[in-house]
């Protein structure tokens, strides 16, 4: 059982004791490791940590049923309006690390880099072969992402430019399933985060054909120059006056919460958006 401590800080009566994370399933083993270690250091705050998907992430927040929403990918119009209608503001938006979309493929396989042309062809069933991409001749296999995915939605419109899906991808609930599949799959492809990389390899990625394909490092992720980079966010309720949860948000954007952002595989903020 969790002890409740009632404190006054910066003149606001907060309540510390529980904090409650939903959403994006690409941020739960890095939101879970930021817990251990803040938890740690703070034995009077206990947070629990649940992932669903960020659309999942965003609705709880609506409804009051989290503290903080994890999301990767920034709030869309229809949510804002949501939590207009909730708590008459839109929730306070904080950056809290970078992340490169890696594109995953089976060990055994012989490509080495698409562009995002070739991605869209891929993952909206007009290209059905390996061989297209100088690969065996041998059938595609796509791996995605449920709909209420924050990765789904921002591989949809960065890389698919809105098109649909080809319906005979296999949904998958998280970036270690789709991992999980395209290792077991000679001729699977998949997407997530960088975090998960263990049990298949990334392809280099061009931003046109005949371009330069780019590996998704630090540096070309926090430039921009990898193709199919981005933020990943941690949303709140502004009205939610909480000393322990402005420390905590505080606390994974500095010097300390970044270096685990590196440990697990993802890329910390650039200097000027931490908050040390």
């Not at 006054?8 to 994370?21: D, K, N, R």
């Not at 990918?73 to 008459?88: D, P, S, T």
């Not at 005979?168 to 001729?187: H, K, N, P, Y």
């Not at 006056?241 to 595989?265: C, F, H, P």
Request: with cysteine; net charge negative.
């Amino acid at each position: 059982m969790v002890l409740i401590l009632a404190t006054i800080i910066a003149g606001v009566e907060v309540v510390a004791g529980t904090i409650t994370i939903r959403g994006s399933d690409t941020m739960v083993v890095l939101t879970q490791r930021w817990a251990e270690s803040y938890m740690a250091l703070h034995p009077e705050t206990a947070i629990q940590v649940n992932g669903g998907g960020t659309g999942t992430g965003f609705a709880a927040l609506q409804n009051r049923s989290t503290d903080i929403c994890n999301a990767s990918r920034r709030i869309r119009a229809r949510e804002k309006e949501n939590c207009l209608r909730a708590f008459r503001k839109v929730p306070a938006e904080f950056r809290v690390a970078l992340d490169g979309l890696n594109i995953y493929v089976n060990s055994a396989n012989a490509v080495e880099h698409l562009s995002l042309e070739d991605l869209a062809a891929i993952f909206t069933g007009s290209a059905r072969n390996w061989k297209e991409f100088g690969g065996a001749d041998a059938p595609i296999t796509i791996y995605s992402r449920e709909n209420s995915s924050g990765t789904y939605e921002f591989f949809k419109e960065r890389v698919l430019e809105g098109r649909d899906f080809t319906s005979a991808a296999q949904t998958l609930q998280g970036t270690a399933q789709v991992i999980e599949a395209v290792s077991r799959d000679s001729g699977g492809i998949g997407y997530g985060g960088a975090g998960f990389g263990e049990g298949a390899r990334h392809l280099k990625i061009a931003p046109t054909r005949g371009a330069e394909a780019v590996e998704p490092t630090e540096e070309s992720v926090v430039s921009g120059r990898y193709p199919i980079s981005r933020f990943l966010y941690c949303y709140v309720n502004p009205d939610l006056s909480r000393a322990d949860v402005a420390d905590y948000l505080q606390w994974i954007r500095g010097s300390e919460g970044q270096r685990i952002v590196r440990e697990l595989g993802y890329y910390p903020l650039p200097a000027d958006l931490r908050a040390d």
